[in-house]
C-alpha cells in the first residue's frame, strides 16, 4: 500500500491512490500544525523560565534583560515571518518547514545551554526566526493543501494547535517548577522539552507531500495533479489542477501596487487599516500576559509555585476561547466580534487596574487579577485575536495583498516585541496597575479605531470589499 522512493534528495512516502483522501488530509494538518505546537511552546515557555533565571545564582536579570530575553524572540519573528514567506516560495513550503524544525531543534537545545545573557539572547532570536516562519509558511501550507469548503477551519486549527503549545508550555512549567523548583537550573530543564515536538515535526515532514499549487507554480504539473488525487477525488483533483493553472495566470496578469500607490486615498486608508488592526492586536498587552502571566501573579500576591498552577488556568482558557471563536466566527459579522472583544478585554483590563491599586493588602487580589486576566483571555483568544487575522485575510484585495500584509504583519510583531521588551521596565517602574490602565488606553483607541474604519466584510467577496472602500 506504500512505498518509499528518493525525490529531490529527500524521502517521501507514495501514498496508494485508495488511500481515504479525508484521512491522508487530516494527517496532514496534524503534522505540519505541529509547527505551530512549538511556535506555542516556546512563547509560552518563557513564562514560567523567567522567574527562574532571574535569580542572582542563574542569569541575574534586570527588568530591562528580562524584556530583552523574552522579546528577542519576537524580534527574530519579525524577520522569520519576512524571510520564511520567500524561502517557502523558492524552496517549497514542505522543504521551508522541514528546516524550520531543524532551526527549532538546535535553538531550543542552544537556550537550554546558553552560559549566559548574550548567548541566550541570540538563541532566541534564532528560534524567533523559526517561529516566524512557521507563523506564515504553516497557514499558507494548510490554506493550499485544503479544499475550499474546508479551508477556514483547518487554517484556524494552526491557531489553535498555538494556543495549545502554550498551554503544555504552562503545564510543563508548573510540574517542573513545582517538582525541582530547588534546583539551580530549573529554567533549563523547561526550555529543552521544546527540541522534543521539533524532532516529531521533522520525522513527519517526511510523510508531507509538497503543495500541488507551489507545483504547478514551477511549471510541475504531473506532480502537482499526482498531489492533489492524493488528497482529493480524482475527478475534483482534475477539476482543481486546472483552477489554479488559471489563477495562476491571472495572478501573472495582476499589477501589483507599489509604495508610492499610497497617494491613492482607498489603498492608503486599507494599508493603514490593515497595519492599525496588527498594532491593536497587540497594544492591548495579551503578550504581557503570555509572556509574564508569572510574574503578574507572583505581583498581585502568589507564591512562585502558586502562581506557577495559576498561569495553566490561562492557558486552559485561552484553547476554550480559540475553540469557541472558531465555532462562531463565521456565523457573526466580523466588526461585531471584533469590537465584543476589545470591549470586554478592555473592561478586564481596567477591573486588573483598580484591583491592584485599591485592594493592594487584600488576600482576594491574586484571586481577583487571576479572575480578570481569565476573563480578558477569553475576550481575546475568543475574539479579537481570531478576527485580527481573518479581518487580514479578507481586506486586501489580491493585487495589494503582498504589501498591505506584509505592513500589516511587521506592525503586529514590532508592537509584540515593544510589550515584550519593556512590560518589566513598566512593572518596576510604574506598577502593575498604571501598566495596565496603559494597556487599557489603547484598548479604547483599539474600540474607537475598528468602528469608525473597519466595515463589516462577512459574506462579501474580495471584489466586493475593493469596491466599497474605494465608495468611502
Known amino acids: ?72 524572540l519576537v524580534l527574530g519573528a519579525a524577520f522569520g515571518s519576512i524571510f520564511g514567506g520567500r524561502l517557502s516560495d523558492t524552496r517549497g513550503h514542505r522543504k521551508a518547514i522541514m528546516y524550520l524544525a531543524i532551526l527549532f531543534f538546535l535553538s531550543a537545545l542552544g537556550c537550554s545551554i546558553a552560559p549566559n545573557t548574550n548567548i541566550l539572547v541570540v538563541f532566541r532570536f534564532l528560534l524567533g526566526l523559526a517561529v516566524g516562519g512557521a507563523s ?52 533549563r530543564y523547561m526550555l529543552v522539552i521544546a527540541s522534543l515536538p521539533a524532532v516529531a515535526l521533522w520525522i513527519g515532514v517526511l510523510i508531507l507531500p509538497e503543495s500541488p499549487r507551489w507545483l504547478a507554480s514551477k511549471g510541475r504539473m504531473a506532480e502537482a495533479l499526482k498531489v492533489l488525487k492524493q488528497i482529493r477525488s480524482e475527478s475534483i483533483a482534475e477539476q482543481e489542477l486546472k483552477a489554479i493553472k ?21 489603498i492608503r486608508r486599507i494599508v493603514i ?14 503578550n504581557s500576559i503570555m509572556y509574564y502571566g508569572t510574574q503578574i501573579l507572583q505581583n498581585s500576591g502568589f507564591g512562585t509555585k502558586t502562581a506557577l498552577i495559576g498561569n495553566v488556568a490561562n492557558g486552559v482558557i485561552s484553547v476554550i476561547a480559540v475553540i469557541v471563536g472558531m465555532s462562531i466566527m463565521h456565523k457573526v ?26 485592594l493592594s493588602e487584600s488576600p482576594m487580589l491574586p484571586y481577583i487579577v487571576l479572575s480578570m486576566t481569565i476573563l480578558y483571555l477569553a475576550f481575546f483568544q475568543g475574539a479579537i485575536g481570531p478576527m485580527t487575522w481573518l479581518t487580514l485575510s479578507e481586506i486586501f484585495p489580491a493585487r495589494l495583498r503582498g504589501m498591505g500584509m506584509g505592513t500589516a504583519v511587521l506592525c503586529l510583531w514590532i508592537c509584540n516585541f515593544l510589550v515584550g521588551l519593556f512590560f518589566p521596565v513598566l512593572l518596576e517602574g510604574i ?20 468602528a469608525k474604519y473597519l466595515p463589516e466584510t462577512r459574506g462579501l467577496s474580495l471584489e466586493q470589499i475593493e469596491d466599497n472602500f474605494k465608495a468611502l
Request: charged share 15%.
Open 1 to 72: 500500500m506504500e512505498s518509499i522512493r528518493n525525490t529531490d534528495n529527500s524521502v517521501e512516502l507514495e501514498y496508494d491512490k485508495k488511500k481515504d483522501p479525508r484521512k491522508f488530509l487530516k494527517l496532514i494538518t496534524i503534522v505540519s500544525t505541529f509547527g505551530g505546537l512549538l511556535f506555542g511552546y516556546d512563547t509560552g515557555v518563557i513564562n514560567g523560565a523567567l522567574p527562574f533565571m532571574a535569580r542572582p545564582d542563574q542569569l541575574n536579570l534586570s527588568p530591562f534583560t528580562e524584556g530583552l530575553v523574552a522579546s528577542s
Open 136 to 187: 506564515v509558511i504553516v497557514p499558507s501550507y494548510l490554506a493550499e493543501m485544503s479544499p475550499s469548503e474546508r479551508r477556514g477551519r483547518l487554517v484556524t486549527q494552526n491557531e489553535l494547535m498555538i494556543v495549545t503549545g502554550q498551554f503544555l508550555a504552562y503545564v510543563c512549567n508548573a510540574v517542573i517548577g513545582n517538582v525541582f523548583g530547588e534546583a539551580g537550573h530549573v529554567w
Open 246 to 266: 488559471t489563477r495562476i495566470s491571472e495572478e501573472k496578469k495582476i499589477a501589483r501596487v507599489k509604495f508610492k500607490d499610497l497617494n491613492t486615498p482607498w
Open 273 to 286: 487599516l490593515g497595519a492599525g488592526i496588527g498594532a491593536i492586536s497587540q497594544l492591548v498587552g495579551i
Open 333 to 358: 459579522n466580523r466588526r461585531t466580534m471584533f469590537l465584543t472583544g476589545l470591549v470586554g478585554a478592555t473592561i478586564a483590563l481596567i477591573a486588573i487596574g483598580i484591583a491592584t491599586l485599591t
Open 431 to 450: 506598577g502593575l496597575s498604571a501598566t495596565f490602565f496603559l494597556f487599557a488606553a489603547f484598548g479604547i483607541g483599539g474600540i474607537i479605531f475598528i
